[in-house]
């Protein structure tokens, strides 16, 4: 049986409206395509983007730090609460077939980094401020030869994701 | 928005045909309620109340040891490899709103000492052999009062998980 | 360099002074020896095996499940706030070449499961109530064909453990 | 009882011998001041530290990715093997009272944002390259007022761990 593939947005937890609005189409766009959204499961981009693959009629798997399902946003239908702090940072990234990073503070750049390490396509919204503008187009270290995927737009971003996805 | 129950059914990663008959029989009850499956998504009893789910036309989750996806098993349809060992044990018992157990070593046994601590209701099939047919009935520590429940048949194992989430 | 062996004494974290009487004597003798005693850090069982260690001289290492270093007992020496809550019963096991088991609820049950899987030799006090003393002399699961070690007595505990460490 | 002082000393695990330079210093000189020196336990500036630390006279811990002591490197007194993959990272960043970064790749950036988020004192080697030297002296995100503290020589290093560990 073929699963679907799973996509990890990442992002502020604090609440930016515009770095919200591009996680919102992002997740509805993840939706649209059959994937799975898989996000740290609380505010801010998070729930932006939850709600969206909500809203689009797709799944929102939410893996908390906490050991209790109430930290989840509501627009999450499927609640992994890890109870292991934020080394769940690390689960997040290892479960994304692909990483998408809209603005974003140091959760965010660590699971940039732990992204980096685990081989996993990332893409980076270059107009959306935050770690995810900063890192947009860079290579990390020695251990790839790639570099981050900086998308300048929403539909940049969309295209690069799709092209990711339906290659594999 | 109401997310839909959460089951982890846990036991044996190795192939006990009743066991595993077991499992597959659960897998389809908790589809055909719209409930989630949680497992370890690895063999045995995973993969067959994975099966179970699937050919249900349900969810199967797994949440494994490894930090690759290709340990799941193939029925599962959506995959969080944790990277962490079987500290993910942790995070099996924290996703359920209710365990059911079907034979099992000590795998098995760690995850009902997990699930006791975390309060979650507990079935053990007592017709199923190990750790789970030792337990059930029984009264683990002075953490809690009531006792892991004992089913006897297939058929009492799911009206007790019934009975707890449909009233919950 | 070789290291000192790493000892971990498992058990309540509840006070029962008959437990807590083997535990200090315990922690005296595994730092007479010049081993290190590992423990989960807080009350009870690891307080006073942490408090028999210290007091003789030795290192008293509290593994915890918080992310502080306030939820030590007073006597660790080194403390490692995991931050992961009891998904650390997988980290103690780990880090220890042999697991003493005094009393002990579900967490020591837990961690009596981890160290049967991990491989680990187990010496359960079987004076000392329980889960150690349940499970004192038994088999657990196809995975191992020893079983874990009775001892009736603190001697014979720490005979044990002494034919353990200076053989292997 | 007061415990000593755990200092973390982060860096690449590939071998830069200008880096390993520096953390070997500084694992002496946390020795010299009776502080335990705390690291990731596997090659490059882990080792180096460990290397100074035991050399020193001091206690070099050890917090390794694997579920084996096998993997730390020869330095190493007291060895954590967590068995929960790069996930570690968050554990090493709790052990610390302070972070002194030198060099670094990803896995460093990551444990540098986790100290971000933890609110632990950072020290990084401004001359050491990688991470290290690339966000030496700047503020992360909104969490903290503060900026990571820049040292331009091994000398200024060690005054700023001092000024740190002897005034908290």
Known sequence: MARNKQVLV????ADYPERNAI???MGRFIAANGWVLVSGGRGGVMQAASRGASEGGG???????SDSMDEANP?????IPTGIGFARNYIN???ADVVVAIGGGTGTLCEIAYA?????????????GGWAEELAGRTL???RDDAIIS????????????????TE
Chains 1, 2, 3, 4 share one sequence.
């Open 23 to 25: 996680a919102y189409t």
């Open 151 to 166: 998308a300048a737009t929403i539909e940049e971003a969309q295209e690069q994701l799709a092209a990711i996805l339906k």
């Open 141 to 143: 270290d020695y251990r």
């Open 116 to 128: 980096w390490q685990a081989g996993k396509p990332i893409i980076a919204c270059s107009m959306s």
């Open 93 to 95: 990234v290892l479960a």
């Open 10 to 13: 990442i992002g502020d937890s």
């Open 59 to 65: 799944i929102a798997l939410a893996i908390l730090p």
């Open 75 to 79: 627009f999450a239908a499927i609640i």
